[in-house]
């Protein structure tokens, strides 16, 4: 009767470790798609932002329009989200803030200029804007 109970208490602690052991694994997937679906959207966005830039000079609503569908970013791994940022042609210098943990991150042509902030801690962007650059 005593080794049945044992046996039974073994089965239990095995299922146990094992079922702990698959929702690790599951998360840890799950994270790593999340962090690549953000970096794939961030891609696209920067490299709209190139176009725009390029060619939009009198109009702001495409800017507008940009940031409404690409916002926000969420799960960017920092540093390769702000590596990507600044292969792209109109990027300007990041700023970062040390006690929030925000980086600005900030594309400008001669004409319009789109920015957004993105935190560290939380691993999402906020305040994507677009205006006229001052001259």
């Known amino acids: 009767m005593a080794d049945g109970n044992v046996t039974t208490s073994l089965l239990r602690s095995i299922t146990f470790s094992l079922a702990a052991s698959l929702l690790l694994m599951a998360q840890a997937s799950t994270?790593?798609?999340?962090?690549a679906s953000c970096m794939e959207k961030a891609k696209s966005y920067f490299a709209e932002i190139g176009q725009l830039l390029s060619k939009e000079k009198n109009w702001i609503m495409p800017f507008v329009e940009l940031n409404e569908r690409y916002s926000p970013l969420e799960d960017c791994d920092t540093d390769l989200l702000l590596q990507e940022a600044t292969q792209w042609r109109f990027i300007q210098p990041i700023i970062y803030n040390p006690h929030a943990k925000y980086y600005l991150?900030?594309?400008w042509s001669e004409d319009v200029k789109v920015e957004f902030a993105y935190s560290a801690l939380t691993k999402k962007s906020r305040t994507h804007s677009a205006g006229w650059v001052n001259k």
């Not at 994270?31 to 962090?35: L, P, Q, S, T, Y």
Request: net charge positive.
């Open 105 to 107: 991150v900030r594309f």
């Open 31 to 35: 994270a790593r798609a999340d962090h």
